[in-house]
Nanobody, 113 residues
Framework: QLQASGGGSVQAGESLRLSCAAS????????MRWYRQGLGKQRELVAS???????SYVDSVKGRFTISRDNAKNTVTLQMNSLQSEDTAVYYC?????????WGQGTQVTVSS
């Protein structure tokens, strides 16, 4: 199971930190991802981190967002800085483990300009 938290409403230029706690999987062996889905838009992969710590980001968030993981706490975090109105979306954490796609419940991020 994945449990996401940390969303909220902020002004443009501010920061938010999302967290996702995992249970029931071998977290340290799992790649973890953050997706987002804006109103009327398709779900988009925002950032991912491999089991070894390799990260990747969609171009629109490079330099502003940072994904990290804490294997001791089974937690993946998305630090979002310099937020823009275009970042407004529901954010989901995700992992694919033993042929099952796991999704967190989603957390709303709203950025006002």
């Amino acid at each position: 199971q994945l449990q996401a938290s940390g969303g909220g409403s902020v002004q443009a230029g501010e920061s938010l930190r999302l967290s996702c706690a995992a249970s029931g999987i071998i977290f340290r062996a799992s790649s973890m991802r953050w997706y987002r889905q804006g109103l009327g838009k398709q779900r988009e992969l925002v950032a991912s981190i491999g089991s070894g710590g390799t990260t990747s980001y969609v171009d629109s968030v490079k330099g502003r967002f940072t994904i990290s993981r804490d294997n001791a706490k089974n937690t993946v975090t998305l630090q979002m800085n310099s937020l823009q109105s275009e970042d407004t979306a529901v954010y989901y954490c995700n992992t694919y483990y033993r042929s099952i796609d796991y999704w967190g419940q989603g957390t709303q991020v709203t950025v006002s300009s």
